[in-house]
């Protein structure tokens, strides 16, 4: 996730440009630039670090001219550096762009485009696209260009590309990543967003997937991928700018549930492919991977909904890539003196790669000769930076304190992870590999259909907003789950005291509180051991607990068992925590806005733990 913005028209643009980064840097702030069409030339200036530090550099050496484009940066391919940071350009410097997403099929593009005799400057997936469009400039006049690489790509974007020969003019398109159109008073802007358009104008042109635009002072020509004319009426915005960054939703916490799908779209994209069935891995990863030794042993760490993700991934792991695996709580880890060699892998489960008890604990396995994979969502971090290899999670930045997509996003790339290493070491059947992997291929578009159980959620919620006592129950793979709904509820609304257990545990103590009344919530999808979860329910009931039942659709039983039910799609098991982390994190977020609970940064916590 990046932001991206443009403007052409009479005034200057690098203020303008600067002032709507300014408005995204919520969506990246690793590196950013911008880029200034004066007529003469494309001037360009990036820097490593927030907007503020490119923002002096360009106090110091303004830009000047009446066309730019601007980029704030969450890296997903290549650190972030200044030569990975945007704009890129082509071979000639001419032709400049800004992209947001992911070119799922850069690599081969590269390739052919070196062998064209291209010369790349970064590592990132974006600058082929700069060149893409050189190559077909030498045959084409730009527009065309510009349409007949975009026919090339494979993956998501959102591009607004300058072109040194055409001052005024912008060039956007869009597939699968955001990007709008501001239209002004002799003035036309581009933005991932409508807080990067709306100090200069309220009026909006949303764009859809595939299409293309020639932005110039005078307005948008929107066309489709082959050229057809799109005509469309503008809307105009009445948000605030505060609720504009949050994209309409009252919370970012909400607008993090709500981005799942695509977020895990993200983390898919690049990997696993349909057509042929296929999944690759960065080189560097891929190798780690091919030479971990053949009886290598998975050390997971991690904290909080880290741990919990990493909980999913003992289970994933063991069943299908047949690996012994222990988690650890990285706190409990690094004080344990745990065993660890040159034949132990740590896989380091970590949304901001800072964490300080993770990154210890990586410290002292690397130390013991232990070798240290990672999955994280933020490039260039601590624990991205020291370990073996990284396979990043591509949510995107997560505001909210409450982990939402980072959580849904680690367990998907624990799929994958699990997918390649099943294979490799033969865990599984071709068949059962292949139904797995159309699972996962499968899982945005679930993800979209489970979070049509809101409005039904948030009734639920409240109904029993008033109760301070939950407990979370689920069992194999949804045991975490239980841990994970127990964490947010009470992460967020901290009036309540919530509990996660294995469901079999029950037994074993906390069922002495269970009395008239007491909420229990149920992850009871599909599994091998659903008719056991619907026996704990029983226990429940017969103790006259409320119960609220997580259930696959369909499910029969689950509707006489329950006082509420919530139904998600059916899935294979193995994915099962993903969905259900949506009625959980739906859950709480109601109560806690049904209780008035300040939602984003809720009391004594912080988004990201550096200290011990
Ligand atoms: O950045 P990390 O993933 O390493 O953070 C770990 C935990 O601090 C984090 O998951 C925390 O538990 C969340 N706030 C839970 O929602």
């Known amino acids: 996730m990046c932001g991206i913005v443009g403007y052409v028209g009479k005034s200057e643009a690098m203020p303008i440009v600067l002032e709507a980064l300014s408005r995204l840097e919520y969506r990246g702030y690793d590196s950013a630039g911008v880029a200034i069409n004066n007529g003469r030339g494309i001037q360009v200036s990036r820097r490593v670090g927030k907007l503020k530090v490119l923002a002096e550099a360009l106090r110091r050496k303004p830009l000047k001219g009446a066309t730019g484009i601007g980029h704030t940066r969450w890296a997903t391919h290549g650190e972030p550096t200044e030569f990975n940071a945007h704009p890129h350009s082509d071979c000639s410097g001419k032709l400049v762009l800004v992209h947001n997403g992911i070119i799922e099929n850069y690599a081969e593009l590269k390739e052919r485009l070196i ?10 997936d974006t600058e082929v696209v700069a060149h893409l469009v050189e190559e077909y400039a030498k045959r084409h006049p730009i527009e065309q260009a510009f349409r007949l690489a975009l026919k090339d790509l494979r993956g998501s974007y959102a591009l607004c590309l300058l072109s040194q020969d055409a001052p005024g003019k912008i ?9 709008l159109i501001g ?10 967003d409508a807080t990067a358009i709306m100090e200069r104008t309220r009026k909006v042109l949303y764009l859809n997937d595939l299409e293309v635009v020639e932005l110039t ?11 057809k004319a799109v005509t469309r009426k503008p809307t ?9 960054r949050k994209g309409g939703y009252p919370h970012y916490m909400l607008k993090e549930i709500h981005e799942q799908p695509d977020a895990v779209r993200q983390t898919i994209v690049g990997r696993l492919t349909a057509d042929p069935l296929r999944l690759v891995f960065d080189k560097r990863t891929a190798r780690f991977l091919k030479t971990l030794d053949p009886r290598t042993r998975f050390v997971i760490l991690g904290c909080g909904t880290a741990y919990h993700a990493g909980l999913v991934g ?3 792991l063991e069943e299908f890539a047949k690996l012994p695996v222990v988690v650890d709580l990285a706190s409990e880890f690094r004080y344990r003196g745990p065993m660890l060699d040159k034949h132990t892998t740590v896989l380091a489960i970590t949304q901001s790669g800072e964490t300080a008890d993770t990154l210890a604990g990586i410290r002292m396995a690397k130390a013991q000769g232990a070798k240290v994979l990672a999955i994280c969502n933020v490039m260039g971090s601590s624990i991205a930076r020291e370990a073996d290899a990284v396979l990043y999670t591509h949510a995107g930045p997560e505001i909210a304190v409450a982990s939402t997509k980072a959580y849904t996003c680690q367990v998907t790339t624990l799929a994958l992870l699990t997918l390649f290493l099943a294979k490799a070491r033969r865990g599984i059947s071709p068949a059962q590999w292949r139904k797995l992997a159309e699972g996962l291929l499968q899982l945005p578009e679930t993800l979209e259909k489970t979070l049509q159980q809101e409005a039904h959620i948030k009734t639920i919620a409240a109904k029993y907003m008033r109760v301070r006592d939950f407990y979370y129950l689920g069992r194999r793979y949804n045991y975490p789950s239980a841990l994970e709904g127990a964490l947010k509820l009470k992460e967020i609304c901290p009036l309540i005291h919530a509990e996660g257990y294995a469901a079999g545990e029950m037994k074993h103590g906390p069922i002495s509180l269970i009395r008239r009344g007491w909420p229990v919530m149920f992850v009871a999808t599909d599994s091998p051991v ?5 026996s704990n329910l029983e226990e429940v009931r017969a103790r006259k607990g409320s119960c609220i039942v997580v259930a696959s659709e369909g499910d029969q039983q689950a509707r006489r068992h329950a006082d509420h039910l919530i139904t998600v799609p059916k899935t294979d098991e193995f994915l099962s925590p993903i969905v259900a982390a949506i009625p959980l994190q ?3 977020y109601y109560m806690a806005d049904a209780n008035g609970c300040d939602i984003d940064q809720p009391p004594n916590l912080a988004k990201s733990v550096t200290v011990e």
């Open 115 to 124: 062998n064209a005799g291209h010369r790349f400057r970064s590592k990132t």
């Open 183 to 192: 239209l002004g008073k002799g003035e036309s802007l581009f933005g991932s």
């Open 217 to 227: 002072q005078q307005g948008a020509k929107v066309t489709t991928l082959s050229g």
């Open 236 to 244: 105009t915005v009445n948000w605030n700018i505060a609720s504009a």
């Open 586 to 588: 739906l859950f709480a």
């Open 171 to 179: 060039f956007g398109a869009r597939n699968g990543s955001p990007l």
């Open 314 to 316: 003992e289970y994933m």
């Open 530 to 534: 659903y008719e056991k979860v619907l």
